[in-house]
């Protein structure tokens, strides 16, 4: 699904990366990139955004401008993305002044989760059941027909929590007020409602793929969600060899399904009687992949900066079991009052780092930073981690 990379020369230090987003990915792919001797170019609505501070130039402007995503792309080399909010005109505006990996096309599927999961189970990935809704009657027979049960999604945008809702899940409340809370949190915008599954553990799978072919699929993270919101995550994840062989086996296809340019996230249930089924997809740099800079031979930022240049992609085997847990704004707010997190004190725990992506206004449920720990097992850098963080 992306343009032909047959004559593809990689694309040397020295030469300039464009990145569509300017947030936390943004930025630890900027870090990443400026030590292999790029320099970097960000397009971001924010003035403000986290990238602006270690980049060499950013363009203010809309997901949606393509006047000025062309004249990022005049000034670079590549152009990559850390957020699915780009617009096609945006996107190929780009394209026409310099390669833009992941492309268009991925992106097109991806950002619309109607689209995405209807372009799995087309092309024989294991998926929940789901429907798709686009009005309040819609919503009442995909819950009716998906037994009572469901998770609700806004097809485009929402994330972290936002944009979805839940029905099937409050005793105190009738299931017509729950579906219309579930409309109302889909923001009365189509949205998919997905059959809720026996969950065991959920877990990620990162794939690298350059134009030249080659790939590297990452040993899978094991997630912990809070609130919808990823709290902690684990590289390697603790499972059997067969699971980890499965989930590496879809993950890779989809990457060579799309012809993927870049990295690929792919988020998957374990459900209690051993199934696999993909969730979700993200074609950037993952949340839950941050424990692959500690863990891993190569990071993941290193290795989006690698597979868009059409670099040789970079070993992934694990040298030490890594954890990281989120840190949200709301430890920057105590009962109304902003306070000051005790960051010297989890820094006293052994093998933890801290890691701040510089956003000045603290929200609830805002990720400012994570905590990563190194540990002997991957329940040990688990333990150390949130050790470090009930500190703060």
């Not at 394209?95 to 990996?101: F, I, Q, T």
């Not at 919503?139 to 029905?167: E, I, M, P």
């Not at 799978?205 to 919101?229: C, T």
């Not at 009052?337 to 960051?343: I, L, M, T």
């Amino acid at each position: 699904m992306s343009s032909d990379s047959s004559s593809a020369k990689p694309i040397l230090p020295g030469a300039t990366i464009g990145i569509f987003g300017g947030g936390q990915l943004g930025r630890m792919t900027a870090m990443a990139a400026r030590g292999m001797g790029y320099r970097i170019l960000v397009l971001d609505p924010d003035p403000a955004c986290p990238a602006r501070f270690v980049v060499d130039g950013c363009i203010e402007a809309g997901w949606d401008d393509s006047r000025e995503a062309a004249n990022l792309a005049r000034g670079c080399d590549v152009v990559t993305l850390e957020i699915e909010q780009i617009s096609p005109a945006s996107m190929e505006a780009a394209a026409s002044y310099a390669p833009v990996r992941p492309g268009g096309a991925m992106l097109a599927v991806i950002q619309d989760r109607i689209e995405q999961k209807d372009w799995l189970r087309r092309n024989g990935f294991p998926v929940g059941e789901y429907r798709a809704v686009r009005s309040l009657d819609e919503l009442r027979d995909a819950v009716a027909a998906l037994g009572g049960r469901c998770f609700c999604k806004s097809a485009t945008g929402g994330y972290d929590g936002r944009g979805q809702g839940k029905v099937g899940f409050n005793g105190g409340a009738s299931l017509e007020d729950e579906v219309r809370g579930a409309w109302e949190a889909l923001g009365e915008r189509a949205g998919v409602a997905e059959k809720a599954v026996d969950l065991d553990k959920e877990i990620s799978v990162l794939v690298a793929r350059a134009p030249n072919g080659e790939v590297k699929v990452y040993p899978a993270a094991l997630n912990h969600h809070e609130e919808q919101i990823l709290a902690w995550s684990v590289i390697p994840a603790p499972l059997s060899s067969e699971l980890e062989a499965q989930a590496r086996e879809i993950a890779e296809a989809i990457a060579d399904t799309f012809q993927l340019e870049g990295v690929l996230a792919v988020e998957m249930f374990c459900t209690t009687d051993g199934r696999l089924l993909v969730n979700e997809l993200a074609p950037r740099p993952h949340n839950s992949y941050h424990a692959s800079v500690r863990a891993c031979v190569t990071g993941q930022f290193e290795q989006l900066v690698r597979a868009v240049c059409d670099l040789p992609l970079g070993d992934v085997d694990v040298v030490q079991p890594a954890a990281i847990a989120n840190l949200l704004g709301d430890l920057w707010l105590k009962d109304g009052q902003a306070v000051e997190p005790r960051f010297d004190a989890a820094l006293a725990v052994p093998g933890v780092r801290l890691h701040l992506y510089e956003k000045h206004k603290p929200r609830k449920g805002r990720k400012m930073g994570h905590l990563s720990a190194v540990g002997a097992t991957a329940d040990e850098a688990v333990q150390l981690v949130l050790r470090a963080k009930a500190l703060l």
